[in-house]
């Protein structure tokens, strides 16, 4: 019932930037959590970056200082500003929304992933 779109994703330079985006659709009453994980061959999925209504923030360690979570709620839209990029964060990324639906029920929702990938 909640559909999550990430777009953005791709092949770039290490140092280059790079920006993410997902569009949550459905019959969303409200979201509350919006966050940015990630896996890369052979790891675990892991938490690149949350943030909750009102601002706060929370991001891993590998990206803090590079990487910067936003989010649109009007457009329902959450951002992800990655700069000076690495190889180590060659991954898949997925975006994950928690919230209210129009009919009361919650939900928890991921998307189906983008690929970033940095090298020369």
């Known amino acids: 019932q909640v559909q999550l779109v990430e777009s953005g994703g791709g092949l770039v330079q290490p140092g280059r930037s790079l920006i993410l985006s997902c569009a949550a659709s459905?019959?969303?009453?409200?979201?509350?959590?919006m966050a940015w994980h990630r896996q890369a061959p052979g790891n675990q999925r892991e938490l690149v970056a949350a943030?909750?209504?009102?601002?706060?923030?929370n991001y891993g360690d590998s990206v803090k200082g590079r990487f910067t979570i936003t989010r649109d709620n009007a457009k329902k839209t959450l951002y992800l500003q990655m700069n000076s990029l690495k190889p180590g964060d060659t991954a898949v990324y997925y975006c994950?929304?928690?919230?209210?639906?129009?009919?009361?029920?919650?939900?928890?929702?991921w998307g189906q992933g983008t690929q970033v990938t940095v090298s020369s």
């Open positions: 459905g019959s969303i009453f409200g979201i509350n959590g």
């Open positions: 994950y929304a928690s919230g209210v639906l129009a009919n009361g029920a919650s939900f928890r929702s």
């Open positions: 943030i909750i209504p009102g601002g706060p923030t």
